[in-house]
Every structure is written in C-alpha cells, then in structure tokens.
C-alpha cells in the first residue's frame, strides 16, 4: 500500500533551522515528483516546493525561496525539506505529495493545485515561535 510518513517537525525559535523527512513506500519514488504543502490555522493549503521525478529540477514558492532546500534519496526512498531562517510565518502543518508527473504550476509561475497530486502524508507540524 502507498504510504508517505513526514517526520521531524517541532517547536523552533525564529531564525532557527529544521529538516523535514518524508517516508515513502508502496511505490518507487523516482516515478513521482514529491512536493511539500503547508496549511495555517484559518488558512488554504498552499504549495511550498516541489523536486521533478523527471530530472531532479527543484522548486519553491516565493515565500520560502532562498530559506527553503528540497532534496531526494531515491535509494533511501526519502525526500527532506530542509528550512533554514525560519520565521513564525512559517508555523503550520507540513504535508509532503507525491505526482504521478513533472512538478506542475512552479515551472511557469503558476500557483500548484492540490488536485495535482494522488497521495499525501498526515502531516507534521512545525511551530516558529520565541
């Protein structure tokens, strides 16, 4: 069965760091492009980055560009997000995807949909906070 398993979220001061893993199993992670999707209290779930299954091209939202840094272990059948300077804007629960196809959106500066993507993790959460 498809799974995806973020882990590694937690309680950091502004300016921090952390790094975020997703677990994937059930399907062979260089067949997907795996974005990472964040949602606020009161807020839509918006796109944070996304690394392409085609040719490794990683991407992000201008919010995080800059601070943000996706990577993938296809061996491992992991991807991380790492997140440096973080700000408490940034608090929310963190979600990694998994697409059947090229990052959609990003690539042309087109905001990415959540109907876009076919499988999804619980989520972990990540508090910026002093």
């Known amino acids: 069965q498809v799974q995806l398993v973020e882990s590694g979220g937690g309680l950091v001061q502004p300016g921090g760091s952390l790094r975020l893993s997703c677990a994937v199993s059930g399907f062979s992670l260089g067949d997907y492009s795996i974005g990472w999707w964040r949602q606020a209290p009161g807020k839509e779930r918006e796109g944070v980055s996304c690394i392409s299954s085609s040719d490794g091209s990683a991407y992000y939202s201008d919010s995080v560009k800059g601070r943000f840094t996706t990577s993938r272990d296809n061996a491992k059948n992991a991807v991380y997000l790492q997140m440096n300077s973080l700000k408490p804007e940034d608090t929310a629960v963190y979600y990694c995807?998994?697409?059947?196809?090229?990052?959609?959106?990003?690539?042309?500066?087109?905001?990415?949909?959540?109907?876009?993507?076919?499988?999804w993790g619980q989520g972990t959460q990540v508090t910026v906070s002093s």
């Open positions: 995807a998994a697409e059947r196809a090229s990052c959609s959106g990003y690539p042309w500066g087109l905001v990415p949909s959540i109907y876009d993507y076919d499988y």
